[in-house]
């Protein structure tokens, strides 16, 4: 994103981007800052923006909202296809309301590629190849999943460091652009890129040490199964959510469902979830450290030494 001159940077109106690691309090931070501030919040997130998978995508219940306006949640049915572009899209007509408001926009921001959709902008991805994907998905289906993530850790080794070796349809998309285009994802979301324009771009970001994240990590997915999250899990079975629909391929819902039937016993699963769940982390934080001038902050967002921090910072 192309950086505001001293000349003008102060005419523009801020924008402010919190990010960070899955559990390191973002949320708690943003709703913070939202009310200090008289801003609003933009969720960013590629697992919030399906309907009825609410727990374990740690979507921020109602109640617990403080009447600060949440948007970008909730936007598409499970089985439906959605982009970063098209996030970038419903993202900006979310910015130009808030502006009319005279509100703050807030980004809470756990999906590095929506952020990036959406400050940098994408190119415009090629056609795809229905037979190629077939190909590929009866190998996943022959040879498991990580079998598609060892090709594409020789044809792409940078998709690979962030992708998840359990994540077969973006495994999938990155193999079919390298084989299509020649190219790495990288280098095709590095061409043609539009940029957002009009705002002054202040970036936070959580870094708690490793350990205490951890931690936090593994009581989070015990509090979310407390909350129901089992539950909800056999509601949407019950609703008829188709079993390849994205949603189920998130970390947990695919191990919850496991459970049901049978496949996993109930401690196995929420191990793997943890796990899984720290392993994502790590990813989010290697994609994070990448961004340009962020104002790194050494603990969670919901501690007050960090929304002190963040308050002045913003000053």
Known sequence: MATPSPSNAATLPPLVVILGPTASGKSALAISLAESLNGEILICDSTQIYRYFDIGTAKVPVAAQRNIPHHLVDLTEPQEVF???????????VLAAVRLRKKLPIVVAGTGLYLRALLEGLSEAPARSEALRERLRRKSTQRGPKHLHRILARLDSEAAARIASRDTPKIIRAIELRILVGKSVGEIHRAG?????GYEVRKIGLLPSRQALYARIDARVESMLAAGWLDEVRQLIARGVPVDAKPFQFIGYSDLRAHFEGRLALPDAVAQIQQATRRFAKRQLTWFRK??????????????TTVSAAIESLR
């Open 83 to 93: 982009t970063a572009g098209d996030y970038r899209r419903r993202a900006e007509e």
């Open 193 to 197: 890129r539009t940029a957002l324009e």
């Open 291 to 304: 961004e340009p001038n962020v104002t790194w902050l050494n603990n969670f967002g919901d501690d007050p």
